[in-house]
């Protein structure tokens, strides 16, 4: 039996502009360019199992300009998540801490909430 510990490896292929930007950042942290994709995918993921295991029964059902409605699956209740200046606000809860904002936040990116604000 061969003692190689080589892992499989599938090649994918990404735009051009982020493979040079993503270039860089490895670069900056000493990672070579596949380590640092790979990387990013684990924390992708890792986050997103993160966020189902912490809130199995909370889905994004809907993203408005200003407002992304959250559905609580097995209570089946709709929060209005909003975005004012620098902050969002659960309408339903009155909060801007309650498991619907955490799970908004959680997301900011998937949601491209810096070009909502
Ligand atoms: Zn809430």
Redesign the pocket.
């Known amino acids: 039996m061969s003692q190689d510990n080589k892992e499989e490896k599938s090649a994918i292929c990404v735009r051009s502009e982020l493979y040079e930007e993503l270039m860089k950042e490895a670069e900056e942290k000493l990672y070579n360019v596949n380590e640092h994709i790979e990387n990013i995918i684990d924390r992708h993921l890792n986050r997103n199992k993160m966020i189902s295991k912490m809130w199995p029964g909370l889905q994004i059902a809907m993203v408005e300009k200003n407002n992304i409605v959250?559905i609580n699956i097995s209570e089946r209740k709709f929060?209005d998540?909003k975005l004012h200046e620098n902050f969002i606000l659960?309408e339903?809860?009155k909060?801007a801490g309650?498991?619907?904002?955490a799970f908004v936040w959680m997301q900011a990116e998937d949601l491209q909430l810096d070009s909502k604000f």
């Open positions: 959250v929060f998540v659960c339903q809860d909060s309650c498991d619907h904002t």
